[in-house]
């Protein structure tokens, strides 16, 4: 584990939406690099926009849409959900054995973003210390159920970091 890192940029400031400038060209609103901005989450929760770009743009679009943004909650998309949808499935990624770089490709596989691989380690060595951090709390407390969760958790995150 690296001793330093941008611990509080939040991964989500640091997710894009890939050629921002060339979709923005084809849509009547400015698509902003930041997926997680607002006015990003605003066009593709009306969807509207999104229909104008070709086929495999939108769909990677669409799937991010119904991926993360599938809530009920009056003020979605900034009630965040997508957030911590998206960070959840990070960590899934993770617990699935890919390394940094191969989350990064899937990233873009799948909903057409990019991220930089330094950034996802950063994220994954971030959630780790807050796992040790809930351990020790939650050991104190004899929170023993919570303690080992987060152990488990922990112990998939770190993994076989390649
Ligand atoms: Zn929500």
């Given at each position: 584990m690296r001793a330093v890192s941008t611990a509080n940029v939040?991964?989500?400031?640091r997710v894009y939406v890939?050629?921002?400038r060339r979709l923005s060209s084809r849509m009547d609103r400015n698509m902003p690099r930041n997926v997680f901005s607002g006015a990003a989450l605003d066009i593709l929760y009306s969807t509207d926009e999104i229909e104008k770009l070709?086929?495999?743009?939108?769909?990677?679009?669409?799937e991010f849409v119904t991926d993360f943004m599938d809530c009920d909650?009056?003020?979605a998309p900034y009630c965040g959900c997508p957030e911590r949808k998206f960070v959840?499935?990070?960590?899934?990624?993770?617990?699935?054995?890919?390394?940094?770089?191969r989350i990064?490709?899937?990233?873009?596989?799948e909903y057409g973003l990019y991220a930089y691989e330094g950034d996802v380690l950063d994220f994954l060595d971030t959630s780790v210390r807050s796992l040790e951090a809930i351990e020790e709390v939650a050991d104190t407390l004899a929170e023993y159920?919570?303690?080992?969760?987060?152990r488990r958790l922990r112990d998939d995150i770190v993994g076989s970091r390649q």
């Open positions: 939040a991964i989500t400031d890939k050629n921002a070709d086929a495999g743009t939108r769909d990677a679009l669409l909650h009056d003020n959840r499935h990070l960590i899934e990624l993770r617990r699935e054995g890919m390394s940094p770089s990064v490709e899937a990233l873009e596989a159920e919570t303690r080992d969760e987060a």
